[in-house]
């Protein structure tokens, strides 16, 4: 298992543990986080399970991929450490993960 904490825009926490397999975002939609809507289901073609990556993550958990990087360029709010938590795969590294959600997800 892996904790990954999110943040919401106003500070409020919710910490979970995440099953390797699933992603940042079925973890967050299993575990009832406001602020990841998920419209798509997970098919990156919608652009509503948005996080900011914190810094101290952006390595271990990668630049987007190419299917992504287009749904990421849609937002306005899109910022260098953007992803689609929907294509983040939960894994042992990412054990203390930790995302913020975006004001505009609420």
């Known amino acids: 298992m ?3 904490t999110y943040i919401e ?3 409020k926490e919710h910490s979970i543990d995440a099953a390797p397999g699933d992603t940042v ?3 967050a939609i299993d575990n009832l986080v406001p602020g990841i809507d998920a419209d798509c289901g997970g ?6 399970c948005h996080v900011f990556v914190d810094e101290a993550w952006l390595d271990k958990v990668g630049p987007p991929g190419e299917f992504e990087e287009p749904m990421l360029d849609l937002n306005p709010d899109r910022a260098a450490n953007s992803r689609l938590s929907c294509q983040i795969d939960v894994n ?3 054990d203390g993960l930790v ?3 975006p004001e505009f997800q609420f």
């Open 2 to 4: 892996a904790k990954i």
């Open 9 to 11: 825009y106003n500070g």
């Open 25 to 27: 975002m079925s973890a």
């Open 43 to 48: 098919a990156c073609s919608c652009g509503t």
């Open 92 to 94: 042992q590294e990412l």
């Open 99 to 101: 995302v913020r959600l």
